[in-house]
């Protein structure tokens, strides 16, 4: 994906707002939060587009900005008892055309799990989680990302991993899923 | 081994948690609109809250900046309130036993002060008891213009042109180095302007220059020549240290004097008729040396009235002049002993000071080149992301 903030807002919009969005969601955990913090990040990353790097170094910027958006909705600006009250947990419907009503409803309680065991980890774990596995970034990027070093990054990946290996709703509804260990 | 779950398999379940995220179809549109509402001036809802968050924060560090201004204004204001009014306190206390000398007739109100020139004055005059008194009080600018109380016809008897008031007073001032010799020409100058001449003068060389001047000036030129020597020595940046004037009624001692003198001139002229009605030459001399007797007494009366006459017309102001003594050095109170536990504090704090003048002296310019580079590394591992973060 090489549109970014040389090319038009729109564009970039286009190409990364979903993906952006996504991973904000499972970072904050609920859709009003996600949608404030990828909105501020993109204005953000617009203001200082002359500033920012081409290349490899483009979407470890962009997402530390949303990192950085989402820490603050975390931390400061949604209160805590409504920020669990707007979690997401609602996946009915969303895999309705997929295999079937069957299909669809397993697929959204499989996705409910995954969130609720994402957010069962610390931030310090979950952000790696999701940037490696969902945004794919590498491990330096991540490290860029969130400005730790490599092998700390490595480090939370592997017991993060472990954290939800442990994880029982989410190993029964995996295996149920198909989706093999 | 840790167990742990497969990298593909977390992607995959990664995956089906974020396609089950719906995403906003306004979104990207939202973003454009708040884009294009802040290049056109505005700003959005987040950023609109975060800008009165930052106005309500600097509002309320302006709050405090004001408040705590009040309070530190306050407490400067009762502190020099309680200056002056311990200011006045003392003045009171160095008028009130001249009180008890003005109620005995003698009328005089003596301060000290710092300032070279008066803030109050107070004349009064009563009638047929010698009874004038004059509070003079130092401060920088006088606060009322200088009176000369006329002086009002006494009750009973006689009238405004036959009271007699005799005033006096002596000012000791302190001038800077050098300045002796020309402030005494100033008072000079100030009593020869207002009609005055110098009665005495006298002046001391040396290490320590001083000068003493007398001046007659006239009685109603007396209380604005004072204040002029006190503004003039404010001039010269020096300072009277001390002022003093007496009025003192003396109508009665003088109706008093001339009554006596008319009847003694009214028995030399009975005295004169009898010598001249004499026959024999042992009455003659008798009334004789009587009328000498009288005439000299009529003489000496005759003195005392125009001695008076001279004192009433002129009031006479002494003046001592003299140069900044060198301010002599405060000495410190001696530190008390250490003991205890603020002995062992204390030696543990010297302790420390040596060994890092110790690990100073032996390593040089190299020590302080590592403090700084480990405290600019500090600043950039730690200091500089979150200016960075807050930046972003």
Known sequence: MNTGPSESLEAWLDASYARAYRTAVLLCGNPDDAREAVQDAFLRAWRFRDSLPDGSGRDPWLYRVIVNACYSKLRKEVPRRVRERDRVDEHDGLYATADGPEAAAMQSELAGAVTAALHTLPDTLRVPVVLRYWVGLSEREIALAIRRRPGTVKSRLHEARRRLMDDPALAGLATEMGVAR | MIAEIDEQELERLLAVAAGAVEVPDDGPAAVLRAAHHRSSGGADVVHARRDRRFVQRALAAAAAILV??????????????????????????????????????????????????????????????????????????????????????????????????????????????????????????????????????????????????????????????????????????????????????VTAQYTDLQAKRDAAVGERNALDIVLTHATNVADILSVNDRIESVQSEIDQLTGQIRLLNDQASYSSLDVSISEKAPVAPTPHAAPKPRAGFSLAWHQAGAGFAHSAEWILARSGKGFVAIVAFIALLFFLRYLYPVVRRGLL
């Open chain 2, 68 to 249: 705590l201004v009040g309070v530190a204004v306050a407490a400067v204001g009762h502190g020099s309130g309680t200056s002056s009014k311990a200011a006045n306190d003392r003045f009171v206390q160095k008028a009130a036993p001249d009180a008890s000398a003005a109620a005995a007739g003698a009328g005089t109100h003596i301060s000290e002060f710092g300032k070279p020139s008066f803030r109050n004055e107070e004349k009064s005059v009563s009638g047929s008891s010698a009874g004038g008194a004059t509070v003079v009080n130092g401060d920088a600018v006088p606060a009322s213009p200088p009176t000369t109380v006329a002086p009002t016809t006494p009750s009973g008897s006689g009238t405004a042109d036959s009271t007699k008031i005799v005033a006096t007073g002596s000012s000791v001032l302190e001038v800077p180095k050098g300045s002796v010799p020309k402030t005494a020409a100033g008072v000079v100058s100030i009593a020869r302007g207002v009609g005055g001449y110098v009665a005495s003068q006298s002046s001391t060389g040396g290490a320590s220059p001083a000068a003493d001047v007398t001046v007659r000036v006239p009685y109603q030129a007396f209380d604005e020549t004072v204040l002029t020597v006190a503004k003039f020595v404010g001039n010269v940046h020096g300072k009277v240290l001390s002022s003093t004037t007496n009025s003192q009624n």
